[in-house]
């Protein structure tokens, strides 16, 4: 039985083949396959080298998700045990290839479409999971100062969540914090996983203990948010912990967290949205996100206001200052009527 890398080599021999078969929404340019994301969407985000060492390897622009083709097929048709995923990639390999030279010489559109349910995988993983109160997730939560974390329903936990390494290829699973990603109308759209140290000690020691998947692109992970409402005030940031510190002081504010800058920058606002507080991340990517959704909150008519944390992220500020402060701090921040109406 091949392994894990052998089976990615055997798809790289042939990436083009898997391109046209799992994203064909998408077309050759150059020595590039250019689609829109894992979900098969139209667009150029996502390209995948088809040709020299780096054959089969791709990598998502906006998401930054990357990998080899056999994490392509396990993000393309929603599997979530590497089995299921294996059986998948020797399925294809049995299959007869197309005549790549028909494709090359018609339209993209004029390929096979691949139908693949963009939230499939997301939706069955969250159905796996646990309600979070008394689990490690919580506990992990916990000693980063959000203590009330199980209130929230977008959180749950998973005991063995499948990862791989995308390096090596070595497969094995470790407890996670698992969020859900829901759109405007709080249909599950993708999952955040937060891969945790089975003995306590934090995230699991590996290379990326944080993915995504599923469909991100102006969707997030909602908090206090009601479904189909106007929300008139609310407040946006990228990770997961710097909302959940914001959530922790200023409870009754719908909040999301976007979880990329990129993908920030991109959130679709909610009806009868009016002013936007955009909690601020100090880096390179994170003065984008925060300048791309204030560009699109202007245009849009709506407000954009900043909330700067004292230190690195809101949840230095709520670890290390403590909630007083921080609330001090934010108080200063919002506009006057939505301090009285939101902060204790």
Not at 236 to 242: F, I, K, P, Q, R
């Amino acid at each position: 039985m091949l392994s894990a890398s052998e089976l990615a080599d055997r798809l790289a021999q042939d990436a083009e083949a898997v391109c046209h078969h799992y994203l064909s929404a998408g077309r050759r340019a150059g020595n590039y396959w250019l689609v829109g994301d894992v979900a098969n969407s139209k667009g150029r985000s996502l390209y995948v080298h088809l040709i020299g060492p780096r054959a089969g390897r791709w990598t998502d622009a906006a998401t930054g998700q990357f990998g080899d083709l056999l994490d392509l097929v396990r993000e393309s048709c929603g599997l979530v045990d590497f089995r299921d995923v294996a059986d998948e990639v020797r399925h294809f390999l049995s299959l007869p290839q197309p005549d790549l030279r028909s494709f090359r010489e018609g339209n993209a559109g004029d390929s096979v479409s691949v139908e693949r349910p963009a939230t499939e995988r997301a939706r069955r993983l969250f159905g796996m999971t646990q309600p979070l109160a008394g689990t490690l997730a919580d506990v992990y939560l916990r000693e980063r100062g959000i203590l009330r974390a199980s209130t929230h329903a977008a959180l749950r936990f998973q005991s063995s969540c499948y990862y791989r390494d995308l390096l090596t290829g070595r497969t094995t699973s470790y407890p996670a914090l698992i969020a859900a990603v829901t759109d405007r109308e709080g249909q599950i759209t993708g999952v955040h996983r937060t891969w945790l140290d089975p003995d306590g000690g934090g995230k699991a020691k590996v290379d990326d203990p944080r993915r995504a998947l599923g469909k991100l692109l102006g969707n997030g992970v909602r908090f206090r948010f009601p479904v189909s409402e106007p929300v008139p005030v609310m407040a946006a940031g990228e990770g997961l912990e710097t909302v959940l510190s914001l959530v922790a002081i200023i409870p009754g504010m719908p909040m999301v967290a976007a979880l990329t800058a990129n993908h920030l920058a991109a959130f679709r606002f909610p009806p009868g949205c009016l002013r936007i507080y955009i909690a601020a991340d100090a880096d390179a990517a994170g003065r984008h996100g925060m300048e791309g959704l204030s560009r699109r909150a202007r245009e849009y008519g709506i407000l954009p206001l900043v909330l700067s944390p004292d230190l690195g992220d809101f949840n230095d500020d709520l670890r290390w200052l403590g909630p007083d402060r921080l609330t001090a701090s934010l108080r200063a921040q919002l506009e006057p009527e939505d301090a009285i109406t939101f902060l204790p």
